[in-house]
């Protein structure tokens, strides 16, 4: 079953669209506004998320900006009133894969949202891998590619880049890095964790000097953003 995320603030809307996706066999989870509903899209395996432009605490077009700076690859079909062509063109320049004009036919949403899923890439499962970016890393098979081709990372480099996957989102601290990643509780020094850090950072980052995966967090460690 297909799990969708609908963001939208018109409570009759949501209710109708809600019902009739659930018919139509998909798993629908619903957010009432922008903050909550990136946080979510963000958070949780989703494969399409339906945005509405015009949402209180943050807009559309600033949560499909947000979605893609962090990496979040998910199909977006965005809902919208608008009907200017500026407004969609903005959309789909921000990373959104369609566009649906508001009022809408639900055959319609229906098969945009069917040809959406068919050409969304193939996602894994959190036990079995993640995606960010252009980077797919495969667990089990203990591969990792970049748009496709393949990485080279050292055993340390994988194993402490997937530890910083299973905790996305968690500060941790270089002890903890240490003690679970390398398997002791203590070195002379943490600097290990920071030239590995490095290391990671060059491989996986566009830009190295300005990371937006593996973030410091001062005076305590490293959080995992991707």
Known sequence: MKRLLLVEDESGLVMTLTDRLRREGYDVEASADGESGLERAAAEPFDLVLLDVMLPRLNGFDVMRELRRRGIETPVIMLTARGQVVDKVV????GADDYVTKPFEMVELLARIEAKLRRAPVTLHPAEGHQFGDI???FRKAEITR???????????FQLLKYFIEH???TLSREELLN?????NSMPSTRTVDVHVAWLRQKIEPNSRHPQYILTVHGMGYKFAG
């Open 91 to 94: 959309g789909l320049k921000l």
């Open 136 to 138: 797919r890393m495969d």
């Open 147 to 157: 748009a496709g081709e393949p990485l080279d990372l050292s055993a340390r480099e």
């Open 168 to 170: 996305r989102g968690a």
């Open 180 to 184: 679970e990643v390398w398997g002791y």
